[in-house]
């Protein structure tokens, strides 16, 4: 039972290079998210998708671009990485709206 | 979106004392939901609050959901090291808001 898995734990990059991190959930949940963790901010939400295909702003999604042509994956790419984007960054999946939410293990990420 | 403030950022305690975090909405709540996440690891859910003056417990927790649905408390009783970690809220608005918003968190440390 993997459940949520993200790949890479880890990815040191360089500033301006374009950079997908990748999210997959084996539980057929409709509801996925991305969010940003730093310290003094908590979590905060980059993108969130309700459905294959659906997706939708979150507090902070500047820089940042989502896809979801399937249910089980949403990939998370940072179309030219800034120094701003050194971050944990944790994908979720939730039943349905207003279900809990079950977190991946994270990608810490540098951009040098 | 949805502003919720939780209160201490941080608390310091000895093994044995209660402890208590606080998350305040000024809008009615439609749920709140509460995570932890350990050192190093990633958000896991505890509980979600629907009702109003709710309370629920999970053996040494005890969680609450005010009266106007515009907070909500989590309280440990005799805090234990396994205790350490960040307490998270997380508030759906009201109005059928199902994105959750999260608080920026409460970190326990718990001295032996």
């Known amino acids: 039972d993997a459940g949520i898995t993200q790949s890479p734990r880890y990815k040191i990059t360089e500033t301006g290079r374009q950079v997908t991190l990748m999210c997959h959930q084996t539980?057929?949940?409709?509801?996925m998210f991305w969010y940003r963790q730093d310290l003094g901010h908590g979590l905060r939400l980059i993108y969130y998708s309700a459905a294959a295909d659906i997706t939708d702003k979150g507090e902070v999604p500047d820089g940042y671009v989502v896809s979801r042509s399937k249910t089980e994956n949403f990939p998370l790419t940072l179309e030219s990485a800034t120094r701003s984007q050194t971050s944990v960054y944790f994908c979720?999946?939730?039943?349905?709206?207003?279900?809990?939410?079950?977190f991946g293990p994270g990608t810490r990420l540098t951009v040098t | 979106g949805q502003q919720v403030m939780q209160i201490p950022q941080y608390q310091h305690v000895q093994e044995g004392e209660d402890f208590t975090t606080y998350c305040n909405s000024s809008t009615t709540l439609s749920n709140i939901q509460w995570y932890k996440q350990r050192p190093g690891g990633h958000p896991v859910f505890l509980i979600q609050l629907v009702k109003s003056g709710e309370v629920k417990k999970q053996k040494r927790l005890t969680f609450q959901f005010g009266e106007a649905k515009k907070n909500s408390s989590l309280h440990i009783t005799a805090t234990q090291t396994t205790d350490v970690g960040t307490y998270f809220c997380a508030v759906g608005g009201g109005g059928g808001s199902y994105i959750p918003t999260f608080g920026r968190g409460t970190s326990l440390i718990v001295h032996p």
């Open positions: 979720a999946s939730s039943r349905d709206r207003g279900f809990e939410q079950y």
């Open positions: 539980w057929s949940h409709s509801y």
